[in-house]
């Protein structure tokens, strides 16, 4: 019985964390993925990767090559970049590769490199540039969040309908935040950012501080590269699974944590069960073990899936 559970990992008192693979990636990189913009659409799809980002030490004359992949590493698209420098990637829901510029500009590709569209996210940011940005999903459809370099968020909730929205100043910013990301709330898109040790949450008309729920101290100086949730319906310990350079961790409620050790570059990829890590030859999964598994291995366990592991094993 250990065989089945040997990689579970506890979390607190209520819940299990199991992370296995779901493939070995069949691409070959000539480059790690810090060194590229990355993309993966949700729901087990496809990767984008624009290589060679223009990245100061690069010569100026390589074009970088944008590349679009299954889940698995197969190759779907190759093409040769030949517009501007490129902030940001991401799949809208239809699965259709948005590609943020500097200059505000969005350039829409299909899953197989085809070119659909293109549109500006307005004069302001034409203006001012791109520091960074987001894309992110809702019931409306997928929108685009801009980052600009007056430290002024701009958004659109929905791509398929065009309308821009200025958020409001955030009291003191005078250089980029440490981290933002979109949330979606009674049908309105929010930012949640967080500058120096306050949180700020930006809706169409304000910005309010933040209340702090819980805190978990990482004992790690550097700062991680990527957090994402980890959850599942019904989950009975939420967590946040925080990657840097060569660790994961699990955070949730608990005081205790779960670690892993990355052998490569890896990204983080959040799912609605789980979150999908995939590196330059392995693509894993990690989530909550479910109840209905944890209750097979119960001591005395009558139940169904219990029963028919007792049935297998007569069998064998």
């Known amino acids: 019985m250990d065989c089945y559970t040997a990689n579970w990992n506890p979390l607190g008192d209520s819940a299990f964390y199991r992370k296995y693979e779901l493939y070995s990636m069949d691409w070959d990189l000539k480059e790690e993925l810090k060194d590229c913009l990355v993309a993966a659409a949700p729901y087990g799809g496809p990767i984008a990767l624009l290589r060679n980002c223009w990245r100061k030490e690069k010569a100026a004359s390589v074009r970088p090559v944008l590349e679009i992949y299954s889940a698995s590493g197969l190759p779907l698209a190759s093409l040769l970049w030949k517009s501007g420098p490129v902030v940001a990637l991401g799949w809208s829901a239809e699965e259709e590769l948005l590609c943020v510029q500097e200059d505000g500009a969005v350039l829409v590709y299909g899953l197989h490199g085809d070119f659909r569209r293109h549109f500006s996210m307005g004069n302001e940011v034409l203006q001012n540039r791109v520091l960074d940005a987001r894309i992110f999903h809702t019931e409306f459809g997928s929108g685009v969040a801009i980052?600009?370099?007056?430290?002024?968020?701009?958004?659109?909730?929905?791509?398929?309908?065009?309308?821009?929205?200025?958020?409001?100043?955030?009291?003191?910013?005078?250089?980029?935040?440490?981290?933002?990301?979109?949330?979606?709330?009674?049908?309105?898109?929010?930012?949640?950012?967080?500058?120096?040790?306050?949180?700020?949450?930006?809706?169409?008309?304000?910005?309010?501080?933040?209340?702090?729920?819980?805190?978990?101290?990482?004992?790690?100086?550097?700062?991680?590269?990527?957090?994402?949730?980890?959850?599942?319906?019904?989950?009975?310990?939420?967590?946040?699974?925080?990657?840097?350079?060569?660790?994961?961790?699990?955070?949730?409620?608990?005081?205790?944590?779960?670690?892993?050790?990355?052998?490569?570059?890896?990204?983080?990829?959040?799912?609605?069960?789980?979150?999908?890590?995939?590196?330059?030859?392995?693509?894993?999964?990690?989530?909550?073990?479910?109840?209905?598994?944890?209750?097979?291995?119960?001591?005395?366990?009558?139940?169904?899936?219990?029963?028919?592991?007792?049935?297998?094993?007569?069998?064998?």
């Open 147 to 316: 980052l600009t370099g007056a430290y002024r968020f701009t958004l659109s909730a929905n791509v398929g309908d065009l309308k821009l929205r200025r958020m409001p100043e955030v009291p003191g910013l005078q250089s980029a935040p440490s981290c933002w990301t979109t949330l979606c709330h009674d049908r309105v898109p929010h930012i949640l950012l967080a500058v120096g040790p306050d949180l700020y949450l930006l809706d169409h008309a304000t910005c309010s501080a933040v209340e702090k729920l819980c805190e978990f101290n990482c004992n790690i100086r550097a700062p991680p590269k990527q957090m994402v949730w980890c959850s599942r319906p019904r989950s009975k310990e939420r967590a946040v699974v925080v990657a840097w350079e060569r660790r994961l961790m699990v955070v949730g409620n608990a005081p205790e944590s779960i670690q892993f050790v990355l052998d490569e570059d890896s990204y983080l990829v959040p799912e609605l069960d789980g979150v999908r890590i995939f590196s330059r030859s392995t693509h894993e999964f990690l989530h909550e073990v479910p109840v209905a598994s944890e209750e097979i291995f119960k001591i005395a366990s009558m139940a169904p899936g219990a029963l028919l592991l007792e049935a297998q094993k007569e069998y064998e």
